[in-house]
């Protein structure tokens, strides 16, 4: 049975059938109307009928839900669910069939294998992070540190019985790590609710609730909340692209394409074994910008790193969809561009101080330029291609890197093109690709010798940055969703000083305002010598915004010490060495730097003076101006 509804629903139905409801969180789902009272209210617009039903019921078809006058919104508030109760829509499909589904818009879930949601009030938390607010509305990302600790939280660290730390006691622990190694941020591998620890939370299912597996919202947003404290910021993933396929969630919800596409050959996603979501349809527009603004608004993330961004943009990027086009004749999905462009748009006009990262692994043109000069608008782009090429010249015999070496000075033809983030992510480090340590050639000490330099080369190399847990020491084996890290490796003494080696270049990388002052410009590089192959050697100048301030980086990349190296530089004076790789205490043998080099007059690589400089096997210097003029 329809009814009608007053004009203040009405508006909200009308906002969100058209697209523009930006903030459906707050009257769709589960509401708290007065102390004993709620309100359900659920999106199913081809339903005969819906049943609210739960735990408070004992599951019973006996609380219909009304439809909304004709606006595919039914309805019902009732004092019979108590806080803590669990509940589900049971929908009577178009077709006739009686279907056990989720609230699309719960904000907590129980613990799986279950997946009814949890009758509960959005938490009036008293938020107090109000300093690290305005220091991020004041200091925006773009000239500022951006260092990235990429988390799994079920596999960081685990109890000793195998079971997962809460929010609570990762609060505890991953926090202070975190501060202590120096990180800016720590990135969430998708923490929305999901069922399948395999999809390491890739295949959502609840886009408005933090995951069960670690404790309640309250303890989530506690969290946050200590990360702000400690002036760390919080980025999460988000998967706006595609669901998981479960019949219980959101595929088919009301017995037809109600999320995903209408066209089933455009709704199978193959590749992941999920569904897309029909991003042309205003609905869904209305849910999944009301998802990201939940996160950013109510949970105050400082960001979201956009997943899957190729698959939203190509109508051929899965696997059997070769030579899909649209109706010009490009295989462009019209929808899914104007969706991004939509997201990113409402997104920044509430929170021009996030960041707002794709995850887009083509050569699509200025992901991160604002849509209003042609742009995608987010404002950073991981950078696949340079960590691609990157890795792969790393993992190279070093008696062949001469032949290969256009791998590591490629990028600096396009660095500039858009505002990159350079990622050594989780999907680098498993499915046999091997961990970082595990990459690198030669025997154990210089495995580390490579994997020190690679660090020192992220961290120069102009770029945001961001690293998956454990490399930072160097774990062997590959990560491992169901397990926690090797933490027993930093009784391995090479392991340990390369967390001191990491934790020291992290400082270092703060502290130097040249590192990332001019990221996004080309004056905030200078190459010196990257045209000769055959040396192995490698050597550019990162210029903060003050004529002085700046540093050269010197790579090696053969296991071979080179005497009386000579090093281009800008000016007259003195300079000093602020730190070598091959330092015996960060697992090296050199136990004396060579503390302070004299400009020569002698021009060299377009440069006019020069210094001489002893460039350590397999290693790398970080060159400072201590008095030049």
């Known amino acids: 049975m329809a009814v009608n509804i007053d004009a203040a629903r009405l508006r909200q139905a009308y906002l969100f059938n058209t697209g523009a409801d930006y903030r459906s969180y707050f009257w769709l789902g589960c509401q708290q109307i007065a102390a004993a009272r709620f309100s359900f209210s659920v999106w199913a617009p081809n339903a005969q009928a819906v049943y609210l039903v739960g735990s408070f019921n004992e599951w019973q078809e006996d609380l219909p839900l009304l439809a909304q006058s004709d606006t595919g919104i039914w309805s019902v508030e009732t004092s019979q669910p108590q806080i803590g109760d669990l509940y589900k829509f049971l929908i009577v499909t178009a077709g006739g069939q009686r279907v056990m589904k989720i609230d699309p818009y719960a904000h907590q879930f129980e613990k799986k294998p279950g997946n009814a949601a949890i009758v509960m009030p959005l938490p009036q938390k008293k938020w107090r992070d109000s300093l690290w607010l ?4 004041k200091f925006l990302p773009y000239q500022r540190p951006v260092n990235i600790y990429e988390v799994h939280l079920g596999s960081w660290r685990r109890h000793a019985d195998d079971s997962y730390l809460s929010y609570t006691e990762l609060a ?9 190694m120096g990180y800016t941020h720590i990135e969430l591998m998708p923490i929305m609710e999901h069922l399948l620890d395999a999809s390491w939370g890739y295949q959502l299912m609840g886009y408005f609730a933090p995951t069960s597996r670690f404790g309640g919202l309250t303890d989530f947003l506690d969290f946050i909340e200590q990360c702000h404290q400690a002036n760390i910021g919080v980025i999460v993933d988000w998967v706006p692209g595609h669901f998981i396929r479960n019949t219980d969630a959101l595929a088919q919800y009301d017995g037809t394409p109600t999320f995903e596409y209408q066209d089933a050959f455009r709704a199978d996603n193959h590749r992941w074994g999920s569904w897309n979501f029909d991003l042309g349809k205003a609905q869904v527009q209305s849910f999944l910008i009301s998802s990201a603004l939940y996160w950013l608004d109510f949970c105050h993330l400082d960001g979201l ?6 698959n939203m943009l190509y109508l051929d990027y899965d696997a059997g969809k070769e030579g899909t086009v649209n109706e010009a004749g490009t295989n462009a999905n019209l929808e899914g561009i104007a969706f991004i462009k939509k997201l990113n748009q409402t997104v920044f006009r509430y929170h021009p101080d996030i960041l707002m990262v794709a995850e887009e692994s083509s050569a699509y043109p200025q992901v991160s330029h604002p849509v209003a000069t042609g742009g995608l608008g987010f404002n950073y782009k991981w950078n696949m291609g340079w960590m691609n090429d990157t890795l792969r010249f790393f993992e190279l015999d070093p008696l062949y ?3 290969q ?8 033809m396009y660095t500039f093109d858009e505002q990159f983030v350079l990622p050594f992510s989780h999907d680098e480090v498993v499915h046999g690709k091997k961990s ?8 154990r000490y210089n495995q580390f010798a490579n994997l020190r330099t690679l660090m020192v080369y992220l961290m120069l190399h102009p770029g945001k940055k961001l690293t998956f847990m454990g490399s930072e020491w160097g774990q062997f084996l590959e990560w491992r969703h169901w397990s926690g890290l090797e933490w027993v490796d930093l009784a391995d003494p090479l392991n340990h000083k390369m967390q001191e080696f990491v934790q020291t270049l992290n400082q270092l990388y703060r502290q130097q305002r040249s590192l990332w002052e001019q990221d996004h410009q080309p004056a905030g590089l200078t190459i010196i010598d990257a045209d000769d192959p055959a040396s192995n050697a490698l050597s550019f100048l990162r210029q903060g915004k003050h004529k002085y301030d700046f540093l050269v980086g010197v790579f090696n990349f053969i296991p071979q010490e080179r005497q009386h190296f000579r090093v281009g530089v800008p000016y007259a004076g003195t300079y000093h060495e602020l730190l070598n790789t091959e330092s015996k205490e960060f697992g090296g043998t050199w136990t004396k730097l060579q503390g302070t080099f004299t400009a020569e007059a002698v021009p060299y690589k377009g440069q006019p003076y020069s210094i001489q400089v002893i460039l350590p096997a397999a ?8 008095r030049v003029r």
Not at 134 to 137: G, I, L, M, P
Not at 405 to 412: A, D, E, R, V, W
């Open 305 to 310: 790193r956009v997943d899957a961004v190729s």
């Open 436 to 443: 970082l340590m595990h990459k690198m050639p030669g025997d």
């Open 172 to 180: 505890q622990t991953l926090i202070p790590y975190v501060k202590q």
């Open 619 to 626: 290693g790398a210097l970080i060159i400072q101006p201590q």
């Open 401 to 403: 890197r001469h032949a």
């Open 405 to 412: 070496f256009n791998l590591l000075t490629f990028s600096f």
């Open 134 to 137: 305005a220091r991020r509305k």
